[in-house]
């Protein structure tokens, strides 16, 4: 196996982890919707996970009402992240082919 091909399947598995982690705090968001959701053991696994990352956007970002625009700010943060990963993933698997 060429050291191209081992860094190419490095970089999926690290862009399926990024999607994976994107689609948990889809649904950690709207777990939120649901009463008592949160509070179930999913919910408090899920907690860990997630407020490391949207803590500092709460902090910045106050809600607007019963609206968390910080949630999205880190939505948006985080498509931005993977797709500039890729942009760069793809950077250096072209040099080296």
């Not at 997630?50 to 700010?73: C, N, Q, T, V």
Request: glycine fraction near 6%; aromatic fraction near 18%; hydrophobic fraction near 60%.
């Amino acid at each position: 196996m060429s050291l191209v091909n081992v860094l190419a399947l490095l970089f999926n598995a690290i862009e399926i982890l990024l999607t994976v982690y994107y689609w948990g705090m889809i649904l950690y968001f709207f777990m939120s919707w649901i009463p008592n959701a949160q509070g179930s053991a999913f919910g408090r696994f899920l907690r860990k996970i997630y407020e490391p990352f949207l803590a500092p956007f709460r902090k910045i970002i106050p809600p607007i009402g019963m609206i968390d625009i910080s949630s999205l700010a880190a939505i948006f943060v985080l498509i931005f992240f993977q797709r500039g990963l890729h942009a760069i993933f793809v950077l250096i698997l072209q040099q080296l082919v």
